[in-house]
């Protein structure tokens, strides 16, 4: 079992940065592919980063502007998220896997609860 607990939403202006936290427990967490979701008012829950052991990947709109990390001795996942627009509004969630790292969000098995993040124009 892994319990995830995210941090560090808020509300911030256009252009501004916030940087996401995603505390796991256990102690197994090296063993697990980490990922970041999405999902806005009215939209289903999306893709935004993801990271393995050996890289990290993104999505389109967020590549160049997001940078998604892990640290292994803490147990977290961090979204470093600079150059906000208004479109990145959404609740975040953080996500972990064991299997292999992948985009498709019914294929991780654990889930935090979410953080808000809200870009003002």
């Known amino acids: 079992q892994v319990q995830l607990v995210e941090s560090g939403g808020g509300l911030v202006q256009a252009g501004g940065s916030l940087r996401l936290s995603c505390a796991a427990s256990?102690?197994?967490?090296?063993?697990?592919?980490m990922a970041w979701f999405r999902q806005a008012p009215g939209k289903e829950r999306a893709f935004v980063a993801a990271?393995?052991?050996?890289?990290?990947y993104y999505t389109d709109s967020v590549r160049g502007r997001f940078t998604i990390s892990r640290d292994n001795a803490n147990n977290t996942v961090y979204l470093q998220m600079n150059s906000l627009k208004p479109e990145d509004t959404a609740v975040y969630y953080c996500?972990?896997?064991?299997?292999?790292?992948?985009?498709?969000?019914?294929?991780?098995?654990?889930w935090g609860q979410g953080t808000q993040v809200t870009v003002s124009s």
């Open positions: 990271v393995t052991w050996r890289f990290a």
């Open positions: 256990g102690r197994t967490f090296n063993n697990y592919n």
């Open positions: 996500a972990a896997k064991r299997a292999e790292s992948g985009v498709v969000d019914r294929d991780y098995e654990y």
